[in-house]
T-cell receptor, first 117, second 115 residues
Framework: GAGVSQSPSNKVTEKGKDVELRCDPISGHTALYWYRQRLGQGLEFLIYFQGNSAPDKSGLPSDRFSAERTGESVSTLTIQRTQQEDSAVYLC???????????????FGPGTRLTVT | AQSVAQPEDQVNVAEGNPLTVKCTYSVSGNPYLFWYVQYPNRGLQFLLKYITGDNLVKGSYGFEAEFNKSQTSFHLKKPSALVSDSALYFCAVPSRMDSSYKLIFGSGTRLLVRP
């Protein structure tokens, strides 16, 4: 079946502009996660959705970052007034559900490479 | 706090030789542990997980991992490396918050398999 998809695959933007990154999870996966991977570094957790609610936003680095999810489907990560330090690969993942229902592996999309000039 | 550590930035092996990528963990309670692989310009792929039961866990692409409670380790292994195994490998542990969880990743180990 189809995996997690993300768009765009690459985004170059000027400092100060807003960007929207999109994630389509695997159908039937109720949990959705956003992570950030800076060059040469590991992954940082940003936000978690269960359905369309976000019980864990602890990883969002500033109020310039926000995310929404429509039902148990598409999610959008928005970065306002982008800064050069926002340059990274933004990865989306989905799983059947969070830890309470069992320990399910997360399936990752290919990522969006964001470059802020 | 839950954490994992990958002590090696890079591991070099010759094709056909066994490989080991190291991971140690620090968790409270029973650990759940994961290995993921990231091929160039691609997202992370799940390899295997340890929840409970047998200490030797078998996963995708011929990989396996050994859970060792006394050494708090979860090393990734493969008996015979392939050039195509060259990639970035991450171990991870879930950090639970209420009914949700996020994955805490190690810093990654780059595996280079030479022909």
């Amino acid at each position: 079946g189809a995996g997690v998809s993300q768009s765009p695959s690459n985004k170059v933007t000027e400092k100060g502009k807003d960007v929207e990154l999109r994630c389509d999870p695997i159908s039937g996966h109720t949990a959705l996660y956003w992570y950030r991977q800076r060059l040469g570094q590991g992954l940082e957790f940003l936000i978690y959705f269960q359905g369309n609610s976000a019980p864990d936003k602890s990883g969002l680095p500033s109020d310039r970052f926000s995310a929404e999810r429509t039902g148990e489907s598409v999610s959008t990560l928005t970065i306002q007034r982008t800064q050069q330090e926002d340059s990274a690969v933004y990865l989306c993942a989905s799983s059947l559900r969070g830890l309470a229902g069992g320990v399910y592996e997360q399936y990752f999309g290919p990522g969006t490479r964001l470059t802020v000039t | 706090a839950q954490s994992v550590a990958q002590p090696e930035d890079q591991v070099n092996v010759a094709e056909g030789n066994p490989l080991t990528v190291k991971c140690t963990y620090s968790v409270s309670g029973n650990p759940y542990l994961f290995w993921y692989v990231q091929y160039p310009n691609r997202g992370l792929q799940f390899l295997l997980k340890y929840i409970t039961g047998d200490n030797l866990v078998k996963g995708s692409y011929g990989f396996e991992a050994e859970f060792n409670k006394s050494q708090t380790s979860f090393h990734l292994k493969k008996p015979s490396a392939l050039v195509s195994d060259s990639a970035l490998y991450f171990c991870a542990v879930p950090s639970r918050m209420d009914s949700s969880y996020k994955l805490i990743f190690g810093s990654g180990t780059r595996l280079l398999v030479r022909p």
